[in-house]
């Protein structure tokens, strides 16, 4: 197995198998492209700026000398490969090129819990989707009937919406507790008012790389190409304000007002080993977002809450990124089939993802039932939505043979409306 001279633990998520890519605020107050590895982040813009990078795909590119992955993303495929396989052989424990230059080394690594992480990518758009079937059932049972929880063109096509991509943050920041309209039990006419069922969806979220032209699109076949990685994302929502607006378009304010990623984007390539057949689909889908062989991604995930009363995070959830209907390449390439242009840095969540047992739905929606079935916390309080004070915090990996390929988490904690 493919050993690093930095050490790594077992089940830490930052292995040299996997070498995400981010951006962290340097001691000079830039922002400087980063990847990780143990308990450290790895500069990229020192071992560019050294010349580290000088394969036939990024040789005079300065890939890394932005403060976004924006550029780097829009060589392609040929890049990613070239700078993740470089990456490996510099960390390699055999290779004495970096191992053994103590100067650079101190420019390089930097403690990564002392590094305040930023938008690894500038986001243009974003769109979610609404993938997970066991998901869409539970709402589906929950606010209609359980034998058509199913709406006629979910497992026809990627369900999804238009997002906003500017309310997107980084792991760690505070969230205000959103206001808005809201109709009462029982009232005519709505109230404007605080979010009082304010909910976290635990998803991923795939960035793309070099995108299309506007007119063409992306097949399924080559969608991949176009997907650099991907990320832990929470899509905050405001269940109340969402059930008052969202027909006949869908949501709006209940969630244009915050959605958080993580730091760390974790590539396709890294990824690759943990490759698992997708659920069988049913019926055949249409002829453009057909698969020979589909496959999805072995990702392990958890949701976790903490109240102000609370020393530790508290698990609530545990599921698995495999269960989702949809496949990245489907969503993409339905994205684009009407000739819709996607761009380097975009994001697209996956929608919330549950499972089939109570303990591994994805919501608090799911989780407590639409408020029936609170949850009991260690602190003794129970919740049923989230409340000021509270922190939710999401985390994934994938489980290999002595080794991670992990996420990090995506944290965010709730503050009082303002």
Request: hydrophobic letters at 35%; a negative charge; charged letters at 25%.
């Amino acid at each position: 197995m493919l050993r690093s001279f930095i050490p790594v633990e077992p089940d830490s998520h930052f292995s040299i198998q996997n070498l995400p890519y981010g951006a962290y605020r340097s001691e000079s107050g830039d922002i400087h492209l980063c990847s990780a590895i143990g308990d450290h982040i790895i500069d990229l813009f020192v071992l560019d700026e050294e010349g580290f990078f000088d394969g036939p795909n990024l040789r005079d590119q300065f890939a890394f000398q932005d403060s976004t992955l924006n550029f780097f993303l829009s060589l392609g495929k040929p890049a990613w490969t070239e700078a993740r396989q470089r990456l490996q052989l510099l960390l390699s424990e055999d290779n004495p090129e970096l191992r053994d230059d103590e100067l650079l080394r101190e420019q390089v690594f930097k403690k990564r819990d002392e590094a305040e992480m930023m938008l690894p990518v500038q986001i243009g758009d974003y769109t979610d989707f609404y993938s997970s079937e066991n998901h869409a059932q539970n709402v589906g049972s929950m606010f209609r009937d359980p034998e058509n929880a199913l709406k006629p063109n979910w497992k026809h096509l990627p369900v999804g919406y238009h997002g906003r991509a500017s309310s997107i943050v980084v792991s760690g920041t505070d969230i205000h507790r959103p206001k808005g309209q809201v109709l009462p039990n029982g009232a005519d006419n709505p109230v404007f008012q605080a979010s009082e069922r304010l909910d976290f969806e635990l998803e991923m979220g795939f960035i793309t790389g070099p995108g299309n032209k506007l007119g063409e699109r992306i097949s399924v076949d080559e969608a991949e190409s176009h997907i650099f990685g991907l990320v832990l994302l929470n899509d905050w929502s405001a269940r109340d304000i969402q059930k008052w607006e969202y027909q006949p378009l869908g949501p709006f304010l209940a969630k244009n007002w915050a959605t958080t990623i993580s730091p760390w984007i974790v590539s396709l390539e890294a990824l690759e080993p943990f490759r698992t057949p997708a659920p069988e689909q049913s019926p055949k889908p249409l002829e453009y977002l057909s698969q020979l062989n589909p496959t999805t991604f072995d990702i392990q995930l958890e949701a976790y809450i903490q109240s102000s009363k609370m020393e530790h995070p508290f698990k609530i959830s545990e599921t698995n990124y495999k269960d989702l209907y949809w496949t990245i390449s489907q969503q993409l390439a339905h994205h684009t089939v009407n000739g819709c242009n996607v761009q380097p840095g975009d994001l697209y969540g996956s929608g919330t993802i549950s499972g089939k047992e109570e303990d591994s739905y994805g919501s608090l929606l799911e989780l407590a039932w639409n408020g029936t079935k609170p949850i009991e916390l260690p602190s003794g309080e129970k919740r049923t939505f989230l409340e000021d004070g509270d922190k939710i915090s999401l985390t994934g990996f994938a489980q290999g043979d002595g080794y991670r390929v992990g996420f990090g988490e995506v944290k965010g904690r709730i503050l009082p409306a303002v």
